[in-house]
């Protein structure tokens, strides 16, 4: 039997993505040899993106709706598509359709290739304005010095993740940023491999970048003291 995929997006007013995001995603997984699922968080949408997922989930069957009734931040939106994921391998990603569908199965089979826990993208050719890339840099290298966890990029959100290892993830705000680095002090087996970007079409980014900077910076330091007090995750032989 073929293994099953859970594809988790959150949206937060992303109407103009969600069709042609949807549509190029289920070509692509239909033309594997995967079963899949694409579940879309809609994290309190204020425009027409609830509207636009349904249509979706009416037209595909593999799609599946989970609306939140206010906004919970992306961080919350992987952990409810988490909770509904059916399948062995998770894969996350953002709603605005700067990620390849072909990338999200190159991830897919590294994982299985290289039988490793988790597999995260690192943009490649990043094709964002300069105001939001020297931030996120200036995030990722100071994340280093504190955590020590010798992750390139913590903004890509293309992962592929066995699903088990899930299970004891922490959720809090900005979970999905540091997802690699609690896997990784936890005792699992993480990759980097690099994926293409492309530019946001449709939509805005939804963070303000100096004031989430800084919110890295206060969120750096509470990973750190989880890291401390971690307990490995595949403590029981199986």
């Given amino acids: 039997m073929p293994e099953m995929i859970s594809v988790i997006i959150p949206f937060f007013n992303e109407e103009g993505n969600v069709a042609p995001l949807i549509k190029e995603l289920?070509?692509?997984?239909?033309?594997s040899d995967f079963q899949f699922e694409i579940i879309c968080i809609d994290d309190g949408s204020t425009d027409n993106t609830r509207n636009e997922l349904l249509k979706q989930s009416?037209?595909?069957p593999e799609v599946k709706l989970v609306a939140h009734k206010s906004n919970f931040g992306q961080s919350a939106a992987y952990a409810t598509g988490f909770l509904f994921a059916k399948g062995n391998i998770a894969v996350t990603?953002?709603?605005?359709?700067?990620?390849y569908p072909e990338d999200l199965l190159f991830l897919v089979q590294e994982l299985k290739n290289h039988d490793v826990d988790a597999v995260c993208g690192?943009?490649?050719n990043r094709k964002d304005k300069l105001l939001k890339k020297i931030p996120s840099k200036l995030g990722n290298i100071l994340r280093r010095l504190i955590l020590k966890d010798h992750i390139t990029d913590m903004g890509c959100t293309l992962r592929a993740i066995k699903k088990e290892v899930l299970k004891e993830i922490p959720v809090f705000n900005g979970m999905h940023r540091?997802?690699?680095?609690?896997?990784?002090?936890?005792?699992y087996r993480v990759l980097e491999r690099e994926v293409r970007h492309r530019p946001r079409l449709y939509?805005?980014?939804?963070y303000g970048i100096w004031d989430r900077l800084f919110g890295y910076f206060l969120d750096c330091f509470g990973v750190w003291w989880l890291k401390r007090r971690s307990i490995p995750g595949h403590r029981i032989k199986g």
């Fill in 203 to 206: 939509g805005k980014s939804k």
């Fill in 122 to 124: 690192i943009r490649k």
């Fill in 93 to 99: 990603m953002d709603g605005d359709m700067q990620y």
């Fill in 58 to 60: 009416r037209e595909y």
């Fill in 26 to 31: 289920v070509a692509e997984l239909r033309s």
């Fill in 178 to 187: 540091f997802l690699p680095s609690i896997l990784r002090f936890q005792g």
